[in-house]
């Protein structure tokens, strides 16, 4: 099992991580299980990223809501599917339904087979070592260390992630500098239409990205 961490995948302007997923899988007979992470369906969303999809040249996407429990199954039904793509949102929201759906039981299933699970913006900071980023938007880095233990992710992944890196400012940059010194973290900011490959423990960018370590940034891409 490979993890393919974006910001925004599939929206437009994903040519990088399309161009990979070309190389690594046969499009068109590739089966996608398109997961909505969320206690409500979005359908406008699913309706939206499946066109993608399409245009992107997939033909086999299929809606796995996860409002219920998942049964085992369902779970074995997963597993059959080359890819799956899970939808972003609030990662709290998003971590909630991972676990009150039964789903993080089908990860280790997943990893015993070659697929790819793509997670996109939100269920990419909820598949990380920590989500405490997205507090950091809107409270201070003081309050935001203070409850870092609380906003544990999966930790599929051994950093946290920041998606959507453009469109924060020079005062949430700064703000990230010194949490990622205070908490000692290792953080990867992605760009629309960039991703990180998740393999075996090796990290890989696909386009442009940054990186935080004690407070210093640096740019990666591929």
Request: hydrophobic share 30%; charged share 25%; proline share 5%.
């Amino acid at each position: 099992m490979k993890l393919l961490i974006t910001s925004d995948y599939p929206l437009k302007n994903n040519k990088p991580i399309q161009d990979y997923l070309n190389a690594t899988v046969p499009i068109e007979a590739t089966k996608i299980a398109f997961i909505d992470p969320y206690p409500r369906k979005r359908t406008k969303h699913y309706k939206t990223f499946r066109d993608q999809f399409i245009d992107y040249g997939f033909h086999h996407i299929e809606y796995f809501g996860l409002r219920k429990k998942l049964t085992k199954e369902s779970i074995e039904d997963l597993v059959r599917y080359e890819i799956a793509y899970l939808l972003g949102g609030t990662p709290q929201t998003i971590l909630t339904q991972i676990k009150k759906s039964g789903f993080k039981s089908f990860i280790p299933e997943y990893n015993n087979t070659c697929g790819i699970i793509i997670s996109a913006s939100g269920s990419s900071m909820a598949l990380s070592k920590n989500f405490s980023l997205f507090k950091l938007f809107r409270s201070p880095v003081e309050e935001t260390v203070r409850t870092y233990d609380d906003m544990k992710g999966l930790e599929l992944i051994p950093y946290e992630i920041l998606p959507h890196y453009e469109r924060y400012d020079e005062s949430f940059i700064e703000k990230i500098k010194i949490y990622s010194q205070r908490v000692n973290t290792e953080i990867y900011g992605l760009y629309d239409g960039s991703a990180l490959i998740y393999d075996r423990g090796k990290t890989t960018p696909v386009g442009k990205g940054i990186k935080v370590v004690k407070g210093k940034v640096k740019g990666v891409r591929s």
